[in-house]
């Protein structure tokens, strides 16, 4: 019974060091146990969903498809054609006696422009000279030792001589008469004075001589006039470089000038420049326009509106179902018999007819308020 009693009071003691030990531990957290039909869930309303009392006076109308040509409107200035441009120059350098055109004015193709008295040309006419001089001299010289030949009186190879000078004395004279040509001179009328004339027909743009002025031989910069053949012209614009994707050589663009706005003119894109300005990031665009009753004149501003060469297939929707609000573009879609969706959508170009283009947002074949704005208010006024 004593040994009972001695087991009895150990297990006694370990019980209360176990009692003890768990006691110094944090309890493990119990799962929860919370009845799931007890919960209650709160509904948030949908603030792009609009009830409005009498639907019936928003008409709805279809979104459509169909080809959309991409346009671009820049501006620009008139331009002459490079290729039609041709400077005045003079290899002759003098002293202009005599202007006989002014700038703006029409000349054609050979007209006198201005005379000059040039000493070049003198010095050209007496090179001339002498060179027919000494020719006429060492042709009599052959002619002689020819007949001394047939005579006995020389030998062959003093014929050789001869017949050596007089071939280089030709040889002189022909160039001399081509550099006297060169200078502007004329060697059947040997005068100092030469006429500049036109090389081609069109309008003085440029004019950097007048009377009395001294011209140079070897520097003839600036051009002594400058010619321009306005029948065709270019339209030079300026395209940002967000938009040069737009913009294809062989596009049409329609061109309106300032000075003459209902009178549109048909181009074509020939070139689009290589190298952006800098401070701009722009690229120039060239469009040669006709211009056969010279209405546009050189320096005048336009805007041109370019048009890609093929369309594509675009949604569309009329512009009033389109309503902008925070930066954005929404529609309003019917959800049932008087809610309405406001949905977000990205708009493109607007077009002449009052449609606008839907980039992303809607499917052909939908439905949408026609008159946004119209709608909003109604919504706003409840």
């Known amino acids: 019974m004593k ?26 957290a119990k799962p929860d146990t919370t009845d799931p039909s007890q919960v209650r869930v709160v509904q948030v309303p949908d603030t792009n969903v609009i009830q409005i009392e009498h639907p019936e006076r928003f008409s709805l109308v279809t979104v459509a498809e169909r080809p959309f040509i991409d346009e671009l409107n820049v501006n620009g200035s008139v331009a002459a054609d490079v290729s039609l441009s041709v400077p005045v120059l003079s290899l002759a350098g003098g002293r202009a006696v005599e202007v006989h055109a002014r700038l703006g004015e029409h000349v054609t193709k050979g007209q006198v422009l201005l005379r000059i008295d040039s000493p070049d040309v003198s010095s050209a006419i007496s090179t001339y000279q002498q060179a027919v001089a ?29 017949q050596d000078a007089e071939q280089k004395a030709r040889v002189t004279v022909n160039t001399a008469e081509k550099q006297l040509r060169l200078l502007g001179g004329d060697p059947a ?16 743009v440029e004019q950097n001589i007048t ?4 011209v140079k031989s070897t520097d003839n910069s600036p051009n002594l006039f400058t010619i321009a053949d306005l029948s065709r012209v270019w339209l030079l614009c300026d395209v940002y470089e967000n938009n040069l994707a737009q913009v294809h050589t062989g596009d049409t663009a329609d061109v309106r000038l300032n000075a003459y706005p209902d009178r549109p003119i048909r181009g074509r894109v020939s070139n689009i420049g290589t190298v952006l300005d800098p401070s701009l990031r722009s690229a120039k665009v060239r469009i040669e326009i006709p211009n056969p009753n010279g209405l546009m004149r050189i320096g005048m501003f336009a805007t041109a509106t370019f048009h890609a060469q093929t369309g594509r ?10 309503i902008r609000l925070h930066d954005r573009d929404w529609v309003f879609v019917p959800q049932d018999s008087n809610r309405f969706r406001r949905t977000e959508i990205q708009a493109g170009q607007v077009g002449a007819d009052g449609t606008e283009e839907v980039i992303s947002g809607l499917s052909p074949g939908g439905r949408v308020v026609e008159k946004a704005l119209q709608l909003e208010s109604a919504a706003t006024s409840q």
Do not use: H, W
């Not at 009328?189 to 003085?204: F, H, L, M």
């Not at 297939?313 to 389109?322: D, E, G, H, K, S």
């Open 3 to 28: 040994f009972r009693l001695d087991l009895l009071c150990g297990a006694c003691v370990a019980a209360a060091i176990l009692v003890a030990a768990g006691c110094g531990k944090n309890p493990e």
């Open 134 to 162: 000494d020719e006429v001299l060492t042709r009599k010289q052959l002619e002689r030792s020819q007949t001394l030949l047939d005579k006995g009186a020389i030998a062959t190879k003093d014929l050789e001589v001869a």
């Open 189 to 204: 009328n040997p005068t100092p004075i030469i006429d500049i004339k036109a090389p081609i027909s069109g309008y003085i």
């Open 211 to 214: 009377g009395g002025t001294a």
């Open 313 to 322: 297939m675009r949604v569309y929707v009329p512009a009033t179902a389109i």
